[in-house]
């Protein structure tokens, strides 16, 4: 499996996606159909959970987000979830800027439906 690299572009965000465990979403996330845009990170998802590195690190930094993407990254990232069910270590870094309630915001309640903990960092 190789790496998955996304550009970001106007409505959507970067994304990285390692076979070393890590996974880096940054950018705006509001593309009109996210189904499509997410689809080839799902399916890479898919074969990452069979064989997981050991630990895997996602970097989520993101300006804003819409309720349809907000839906299919929550549904990323209980399935990416699932490397601990292998005994693998999971870390979750959510980035804020200073002053950005609502992104703070959106981690928690994602922290919070998903039942994860995740990292908050201040971006500078």
């Known amino acids: 499996m190789n790496e998955?690299?996304?550009?970001?572009?106007?409505?959507?965000?970067e994304i990285l996606l390692?076979?070393?465990?890590?996974?880096?979403?940054?950018?705006?996330?509001?593309?009109?159909?996210?189904l499509e845009f997410f689809k080839p990170?799902?399916?890479?998802?898919?074969d990452y959970i069979?064989?997981?590195?050991?630990?895997?690190?996602i970097d989520i930094h993101l300006?804003?987000?819409?309720?349809?993407n907000a839906k299919?990254?929550?549904q990323l990232i209980?399935?990416?979830?699932?490397v601990r069910l292998l005994n693998k270590k999971l870390?979750?870094?959510w980035y804020y800027e200073e002053g950005d309630e609502d992104i703070h915001e959106r981690g928690e309640y994602f922290s919070s439906a998903l039942n994860i903990p995740f990292n908050f960092v201040k971006a500078d």
């Open 91 to 93: 870390i979750i870094n």
């Open 50 to 57: 069979n064989e997981p590195a050991d630990v895997t690190s």
């Open 63 to 68: 300006d804003y987000i819409n309720s349809a």
């Open 4 to 13: 998955l690299r996304i550009a970001a572009a106007k409505n959507s965000p």
């Open 18 to 34: 390692s076979r070393g465990g890590l996974i880096r979403i940054k950018g705006r996330s509001v593309h009109e159909n996210a």
């Open 41 to 46: 990170v799902d399916d890479w998802v898919n």
């Open 72 to 74: 299919i990254l929550t």
């Open 78 to 82: 209980q399935k990416i979830s699932r």
